[in-house]
């Protein structure tokens, strides 16, 4: 491995993606020149150049930085990338993100959060409890905090929380002292080929915890015998049988209030203010590794009071006009309004918790669903899943598939989905980006009051969200 502290230039071939952006503003707080490439520009493709990093969006050898001491590059990239290949001709140290990661963690305790959904809401909750309590901690996260508007930051403390990802079997590089498991549903097939081989590469993962470290798992996970470690907590939203699990939950004021019982006692009067029953099982995961590291019960209660989520994980883009009352239900005698939440979601699993989410806390609402599926292997793969998870909503509006490193594979569309819905037909549709804006412009039954309207997907969706609040708040 490449000695980092020797690097003076970086160079990052997909440098846009959440993770790769991380890395960038890693070198770049140490005074490493950071440049690169990314396909489009984005938010966060701005963000890093406003912080000094130059960057282009042309696979362009001319504009690559041909004095680069590192260039560390996406696994998505294509295999024809000229950029890529002209530094694997000339002989350039180039390396995956997860070998950067491994590097950098190499001496550090590290806190490992894996899961084929909820690490990322995870790990920005334990990140937050350690910044939030002054305990400290260094922060790799897959997703934008919204307390400190960043998916990295830097600490003194040699203490590192890490998004453990499990695509390319990236996870496997990593060295937790404690590692968090929260699902290892059926995904990346196209990696992994079997659901059973993917679910063998979280159990490998789980091995690789150092001695004397911590595994904490979901209760109920498939491989769960399999999975080892000489010390084992286990969590869940509500089930007793769990070491750690939520109790005593009630909404109020929009926000949810809980007690969480664990090993050691029971946090009482917990206040989480995030919508959906699945933030709090993560938040019980979280305050699980807080109270492993000692940090005091009050310091806990206040940072997941304070916690303000993860962009586009339930994010409110148009909040309640009308807060749910202790009952789940509207005031009476208030016009309900539009809510507009906005989520990453695109595993079937993680579609159904979310439509479950927002049905919990705003059950006399409809609910619209506008779902943009991601990848062609995984819409072929879990169609029926995702046809199912849909089913919960009262309208969907599927766009197309985002291909983002796929070609596209004969006869998988979104169609593949919509035919396996057994929503009605006049409630179901799939629209391309420009036909959505014009149905949403034109239509007299959009919005209407009392609507809860989800956008959700992993790929260009989020360019629509501002367009689609636009329209609402016009009409």
Known sequence: MIDLDKILRVYFIGIGGIGMSALAKYFHANGVTVSGYDKTSTPLTTELESEGMNIHFYDNIELLDKNAQLVVYTPAIPKDHKEFNYYLQNDYPLFKRSDILSSITKSTFNICVAGTHGKTTISAMIAHILRDSGYGCNAFLGGTSVNYNTNFWSNEKKVCVVEADEYDRSFLKLCPDVAVISAMDADHLDIYGTEELMQQAFVEFASKIK???????????????????????????????????????????????????????TLGEVVLNMGGLHNIENAVAAISVAHYLGIKDDGIKKAVQNFKGVKRRFEYIIAPAVVPNEAGTKRSGAKPGVVFIDDYAHHPQELE???????????????????????????????????????????????????????????????????????????????????????????????????????????????????????????
């Open 211 to 265: 001695p004397g470290g911590l595994l904490i798992s979901k209760l109920g996970l498939q491989k769960d015998s399999a999975l080892t470690a000489s010390n084992r907590l286990r969590y869940s939203l509500q089930n007793n049988r769990a070491d750690s699990y939520a109790s005593n939950i009630t909404i109020s004021n929009g926000t949810y209030h809980f007690d969480v019982v664990t090993t050691g006692g």
């Open 353 to 475: 918790a979310l439509i479950k989410g927002a049905k919990n806390l705003f059950p006399d609402f409809k609910c619209m669903v506008i779902f943009q599926p991601h990848l062609f292997t995984r819409t072929r793969d879990l169609a029926q899943q995702f046809a199912a998870s849909l089913d919960l909503a009262d309208e969907v509006i599927l766009l197309q598939i985002y291909p983002a490193r796929e070609l596209p594979i004969e006869g998988i569309t979104s169609n593949s989905i919509l035919d396996k819905m057994k929503m009605k037909n006049e409630n179901k549709s799939v629209k391309t980006s420009k036909e959505l804006i014009e149905y949403l412009e034109t239509s007299k039954n959009f919005p209407v009051e009392g609507t809860v309207l989800i956008t959700a997907g992993a790929g260009d969706i989020d360019q629509l969200v501002e367009p689609i609040k636009k329209i609402i708040e016009s009409k």
